[in-house]
């Protein structure tokens, strides 16, 4: 499955690139995160509860940061465990300034689920998979901005 995604953040590209960076701003804005714990500076493992129709399975998720460009770029990497299905996806993020207020993020996503659900759940994977990406990128549009106020007000 493949996701290409645009979106306006309203703030500069060095705090969009610092809360694209900051644990606490991505926990609340990764939809069903349970944890986010930084394990080794461009590594994290996630727990996150992922809607799929009347169920909900709960994922631990591997996160590799690579290809980093501060502040432009980046490309995470992930891995999903359960006990009955796996899957391995990588997002590729882009900041382009947007004047000086404002950073266009594009992210350009691909995930491979395995086994039956990846091939009987797949229409449920791709909605819940487009759903987690907006509720994602509104929340941390969200949190950006009131950070980046905030800072402003001190």
Do not use: K
Request: some cysteine; proline content about 5%.
């Amino acid at each position: 499955m493949r996701l290409s995604e645009s979106h306006s953040l309203p703030v500069p590209l060095d705090v969009a690139w610092t809360a694209l960076n900051d644990v606490a701003i991505l926990r609340r804005a990764l939809p069903g995160c349970e944890s986010l714990v930084q394990i080794a500076t461009d590594e994290f493992v996630a727990d996150v509860a992922v809607p799929l129709g009347l169920t909900t399975s709960h994922l631990t998720v591997y996160i590799h940061r690579r290809d980093i460009a501060a502040p432009h770029r980046c490309t995470l990497h992930f891995e999903a465990r359960t006990d009955r299905t796996g899957g391995t996806g990588s997002a590729a993020l882009n900041l382009v300034p947007a004047g000086a207020a404002a950073t266009a993020l594009q992210a350009d996503i691909t995930v491979d689920i395995e086994g039956a659900i990846g091939v009987l759940g797949a229409p449920l994977i791709e909605l819940a998979a487009h759903e987690m990406t907006r509720q994602f990128f509104e929340g941390l549009r969200a949190l950006a901005g009131a950070r980046h106020a905030r800072a402003r007000m001190s």
